[in-house]
Structures are given as structure tokens and as C-alpha cells.
């Protein structure tokens, strides 16, 4: 099968190649997916698990990207709750090869149902956008209507999403971002916005929760907690059922194919919202 592989953390998206490599095997509990559209997210090359597997062994060369819309293709023993043929979308694990392949294994419970009405290109974008704002607004944030969201990098794929799902929940949310990401946030459903190049951050004052997802120096000015994503099958549900009902849009920043995949990671100028590879016409 054609995969993208990365084998120098030193080298980030700009080591990406293009190869011939064997289709995985279904492990126990796995189910094998013939990957249709796989996202991608820059930092992730920037992980400890992207490099070594969980005893802390290398593995290199390393397949990346984490979230895929695709069709079941075989069910490894003990895996449940999905069949061959059916379509699906979700998060892969953190330590074994991704999604930007033409087929992927993974645990059958990391994965949701993907509808009919719902395409593979707008599948694949959910899974850590939607679930890094669910969780994060939800479980860890105890988020309650009436009370105030700050957000910061609001423009992009995660950001949209916190937007969109705080509103939804009856909160007010400020956003954050450059000059340039004034009007995409308003358009997501912001109620007020802060230019982080030519506003001052301490005016905004006392909010409920800080939601962050660029670190760096807003980092060191909005206090928070750290968390690890994780799938969950029942929120997948939820968020794509919001999705196709309207509640939800997602933030795709542009479409590449997988043989273009290493150029359209590498792009010239910054683009906001998520890039989606196009693995399967």
C-alpha cells in the first residue's frame, strides 16, 4: 500500500516520503480500515509516542497523521460493534502507525459509525477537533450556560469547534487569533474578539474558562490544565450528529492528495484551518 513515513523528528513535515509499505494485520480487538480521507496535525511530530511505541522501543519509520473516515475492511478476533463493509471514523492510537496510509488497523472501540450524509473529507476533520473541544469544554471544564469562554487560537480546526460547542451550551465566548482571524471566528459564532498583535489580553479580565490550544507566551498568561485526548465513540455520535443537523461546521483549511500530501503539509504561507488528505477518490 502507499503511505506517507517520517524517520527524522529533526527534520518535522519536510522529512515526509512518499513509499511502498506492507498493509497492516488486525491485531486482537482490531478492525482494519481502507482509509478514504486522514487529518493531520503538525505538532504531532513533535510527540514522544509518534517515535517510540509504548515500552519506549523505536519505531521508525513511522506512518503519521491520527484521524480517518474510511470503510471497515476486516475485523481482527474480538473485535465488536462494527462490521465489514461499514463506514467509520475516528482516532487512532497515539502509538502505532496512522492514518496517512491506505489502510490503517486500529481498535474497533476508537471508532464511531460515519452516515451516509456525512463525507469522508468532513469525517476525517472531527475526531480531534471535535473530541479536544468536547473534553476539554465538558469533562475537564464543567462548562455550565451563562458562564464565559476565552479561547484562544479561535481560527483554527480545534477553535472553531470550542466556539461552536460553547455557544451551543449557553456560554459567551471570546475569541482570540491575529488580525486576520477577525472575521472567521465572528463567522464560527465568537461574541467578541481580541488581536493578540494590537489589543491588550488582561482588558478582556475575569472568565470562566481559558481554553488554549496554542501554548507559547498566551500559555504563560492564561493559567490551565493539560489533557490527552481521548476517543470515545459515544461523542464522536454526538459531534457528528451536530454535523448533520447544522449545529456544526468544520474548518478545513484545504485538500491534498495523498501523493501530494508532503507539499500540501510544507505549505509557503500559514493556512487556517485543518489540511485533509484525500487518501481514496
Not at 513509499?19 to 504531532?44: C, L
Not at 451563562?146 to 472553531?160: D, I, K, N, R, T
Request: aromatic content about 6%; charged content about 20%.
Amino acid at each position: 500500500m502507499k503511505a506517507i513515513v517520517v524517520k527524522d523528528e529533526a527534520a518535522g513535515t519536510a522529512g515526509m516520503t512518499l513509499v511502498e509499505t506492507a498493509e497492516p494485520p488486525a491485531a486482537i480487538n482490531d478492525v482494519v480500515v481502507q482509509v478514504h480521507a486522514s487529518g493531520f496535525v503538525p505538532t504531532e511530530l513533535e510527540w514522544p509516542s509518534t517515535w517510540t511505541d509504548r515500552a519506549d522501543h523505536d519505531r521508525t519509520p513511522t506512518i503519521p497523521g491520527h484521524e480517518m473516515a474510511g470503510v471497515v475492511t476486516t475485523l481482527g478476533y474480538g473485535a465488536t460493534g462494527l462490521s465489514v463493509g461499514q463506514r467509520v471514523f475516528g482516532l487512532t492510537d497515539w502509538h502505532r502507525d496512522g492514518t496517512m496510509a491506505e489502510y490503517v488497523a486500529v481498535e474497533a472501540r476508537n471508532l464511531a459509525p460515519l452516515p451516509g450524509d456525512v463525507d469522508f473529507t468532513v469525517g476525517a476533520s472531527l475526531p480531534i477537533s471535535g473530541l479536544t473541544a468536547w473534553q476539554g469544554l465538558f469533562e475537564h471544564g464543567r462548562l455550565q450556560a451563562g458562564q464565559s469562554v476565552l479561547a484562544h487560537g479561535a481560527a483554527g480546526a480545534v477553535g472553531a469547534m470550542v466556539i461552536q460547542l460553547a455557544r451551543e451550551a449557553g456560554a459567551y465566548v471570546i475569541a482570540t487569533g491575529r488580525t486576520a482571524d477577525r472575521h472567521k471566528t465572528f463567522d464560527f459564532g465568537a461574541q467578541e474578539f481580541v488581536d493578540l498583535d494590537n489589543d491588550t489580553l488582561a482588558d478582556v479580565g475575569a472568565v470562566d474558562l481559558v481554553f488554549d490550544v496554542i501554548d507559547g507566551d498566551i500559555r504563560k498568561r492564561s493559567a490551565g490544565l493539560d489533557f490527552v485526548v481521548e476517543s470515545d465513540r459515544a461523542q464522536l455520535g454526538e459531534i457528528v450528529q451536530r454535523v448533520r443537523d447544522g449545529r456544526l461546521r468544520t474548518n478545513i483549511g484545504g485538500i491534498a492528495a495523498l501523493d501530494d500530501a508532503a507539499a500540501a503539509l510544507n505549505p509557503a504561507e500559514r493556512i487556517s484551518g485543518q489540511t485533509i488528505i484525500h487518501v481514496r477518490s
